[in-house]
C-alpha cells in the first residue's frame, strides 16, 4: 500500500506572482530588443551615404557612468528599506532617479549635436534609422522606469514605507536594471563595435 | 457515500443567489460586459467576439471563392479582390484564432489548477478590450482609411505586406497604418494576456497541483503563452520600424538608400512561424483534454506529451525562413531551415500517436467533441504530411506561393485548429451555460462542415500542382484550372449551412437544451467538479489534488490514480 500523497509531502508553496509577472515582462522586453539590435548589427556599414557612425559617434561616458553607477544607488535605496530607514531611502533612490534623470539629458544633448551639428536625422540614412530607433526605444525604458521611481518617491514622500509593499519596490528596482543591462548591450554594439568599422572610400 | 456526495462536499458552491428582474435587462448586461474582470465573462466575450469577426472573415472568403468560380469572372473588381484576402487572412489570424485561444484559455485555466481567477484580473479585462478596439480599428479601415488623399481603402498588401508593397509609394492613403496600428495593439493585448497565463499557472495551483500533475490542457497553454511572449514581440518591433519608415521618412525597408525587403521577411516570418504553432498548440490542448475522456483512458505518455510539446515551441523558434526558400538563400540557410522543419514533424507525430494510443482499446463514445477530434486527426495528419512536403526546398521552389500552399494551410489551420476548437466548444458548452448541445444539430454541422471542407480544401493541392498561385483575383480559361476552382467553390456553400446548424445549435441549445448537471461527460479535470455554470468565485472551497485526474480519485476512492503516478 503506498501512502497518500498528501500527508507525505512537503508544504505547498508557489513562487510570487509579481516575480513571475516580472520576469515574463523583461523576457518580452528582451525579444523586441533583440530585433532592433539585430537590425542595427545587420545594417552596420550597409549606408549608402554619410555620416557614418566612426565620424560622428563619441562614447557616451558620462552618461553611461550615471546609467550604470544608477543601479548602484537603488541597491543602496534597497538596503535602506529593507532596515526600514526611511529617509535613507528617499536620498538613495532619489539619488537614482537623478542619475536617470541626467542619463536623459545627457542623450537629448547628444542628439542635439548629432542632428544640428552632424545633419544626422532618422531619414538620413540607414545607419541613421537603426541608431535612433535603437537608442530611442532604450531612452523611453528610461523614461518609463523614471516614471515608475518617481511614482515610488513621492508615495514614499508623501506616506510612509509601506511595509507590505516592499516586493513592489523590489520589482521597480528589477525592472530598472533590465533597462541598465539593456544600456549595456547598446554601447558595445553602437559605441564600441560599430564605430570601428572605417567609412567606406568613395 | 457515492461519488456524487462527495465532490458535493467538498467542492460545490452554494446556489448563486438571484438579484431581482432587472438582472437580464439590456442595460444590466451592457454594464456587467464592460466592467467585469471575471475570467469566465471575459473568456465568453473572448470566444464570441472571436466567432463574430470569424463570421465576417468567412464571408470574405466566400464572396472570393465565388469569384474564382468561372475564368474571367467580373464578379469583383482586382482591388476589391486584394483586399478582401488581406482582412481575410489578418482577421483569421489575429482576430479569431487569437481571441478564440485566449477565450478557451481564460475560462478554463482558472478552474482547471483550482483558483478563482486570472492572477491579474484588470490586465486580463485590459487585454480583451484592447484585442476587441485593435479588430474594430482594422475593420474601420474601410470607411476611414482613405483620408483626406481619398486613396487606398482597407489594407490590401496581403497578411504579410511583404515590403516594399508597404512603402508610401506603393501604400498611398492610410489602409497600410490601420493594418500597422491595429497588429500593433493587438499584439500589446495578446502579450498582457500571455503573461497573465504564465503567471496564473505558475503562481496559482491548488495545492497538490504540481506541474506534473496539470492537465495536458493548461501545460500546452503555457507552452504557448511563452511562445507568444517570445513571439509577439518581433511583430511590434517590425510594425515600429514600418511606421518609422512611412511617416519620418526612416530607411529600413528602402531598398534604394540601403535598406532591405528581405529584413521585413525575416522579422515577419520570426513571428509568423511561431505563430503557427501558437494557433494550433491549444488545438492540441483541446484534442488532450477531449480524446481521454471519450476513450474512457488516461491520456497515453503524459510525460512524452509535455516534453514534445515544449520540444515544438523551441524548434518552431528556428524554422521561419522556410516561408522564404524563394528568395534565394544561401544553400546553408536552405539546408538549416529545411532540416529544422523537418524535424519538427517528429514531436507532432509523437503527439499524433500518444492521441491514438488513447484510443486505442478504450472505450470509445461518438460524442460531439470526439467526432470532431477524430476529424482533426485525420486532417492533421494530412496537413503535417503537405507540410513535409514543403519543406523539402526544391518542391517549395515548384510550389511556394501557390494554391497547394493555401491548401496546406487551410488543412492546418480549419482542419487542425477550427475543428478542435468545435470539439471544445461542444465539450464545454454544458460548464459554461448548464445546458447540453443538440447532438442532431451537432451531426448536421460535422458532416456538412467535414463535406464542404474537404470540398473546398482537397482540390486546392490539385490546382495548386497545376501551377495556380494564390491570390490572383482571376485566371484564363484554357489552364485546366476550373474544374478544382468549381468544386471547391461548391463547397463553400455546403460549409456555410453546417456553420448555421453551428451557430443555430448554441443558440438553440440555451434555450431549449437539456439540463446538463455538473459533470455531463464523467469527465476527471476540476472544471466539472464545481457548478455548470460556474459562480463567480468558481469554487466554494478551494480543491485539493493529489494525482493528474482528481475527479477520477473522488469517483472511485478504491482505485485512485495517485496510487500508480
Known sequence: MINDPSETETPWRLPSPRKVGIISLIVTESALFTIFVVAYVFYMGGSL???????????????TIALLGSSLTILAAEFMLKHLNRVGFLLWWGVTIALGAYFIYFTATEWWHLIYEKNLTISTNVFGSTFYSLVGLHLSHVFIGLLLLSTVWLLTLFGKIPKDHTEHIEMVSWYWHFVDVIWIVVVTVVYIISVRIPVPIS | MSSETIIDENFKAPEPERVGEERGSFTRIAQELVFTVDHKKLGLMYIGSGLLFFVVAGLMASLMRIQLFFPNSKFLEPDVFNRFFTMHGTAMVFLVGMPIIFGFANYLLPLMIGTRDMAFPRLNAFGFWVFFFSGLLLYFSYLAAPGLYAAGSAPDVGWFAYSPLTAKAFSRGHSTDYWTLSLLMGGIGSIATAINIIVTTLCLRCKGMTLGRMPLFVWLFLVVAFLVIIAMPPLSACQIMLLLDRYLGAKFFDTQAGGSAVLWQHFFWIFGHPEVYILILPGFAIASEVIPVFS??????????????????FISLGVWAHHMFTVGMTSMGNTFFAISTMIIAIPTGIKIFNWLGTMYGGKIRFDLPMMFCIGFLFQFLIAGLTGVMLSVAPFDWQLSDSYFVVAHFHYVLIGGLLYTIFAGIYYWYPKAFGKMPSTKLGHWHFWLFTIGFHM?????????????PRRIFTYEADRGWEIWNQISTIGVFIQMPGILFFVGNLIYSYFKGEKAGDDPWDAWTLEWSTTSPPPEYNFAKLPEVKSRRPLWDLKHPEDPDWKFE
Request: zero cysteines; a neutral charge; hydrophobic letters at 50%.
Open chain 1, 49 to 63: 551615404n554619410g555620416p557614418y557612425p566612426s565620424e560622428v559617434l563619441e562614447f557616451p561616458l558620462f552618461g
Open chain 2, 296 to 313: 474512457r483512458k488516461p491520456i497515453f505518455g503524459y510525460p512524452i506529451m509535455v516534453a514534445a510539446s515544449v520540444m515544438i515551441a
Open chain 2, 456 to 468: 473546398t480544401f482537397l482540390p486546392q493541392h490539385i490546382s495548386g500542382f497545376l501551377g495556380m
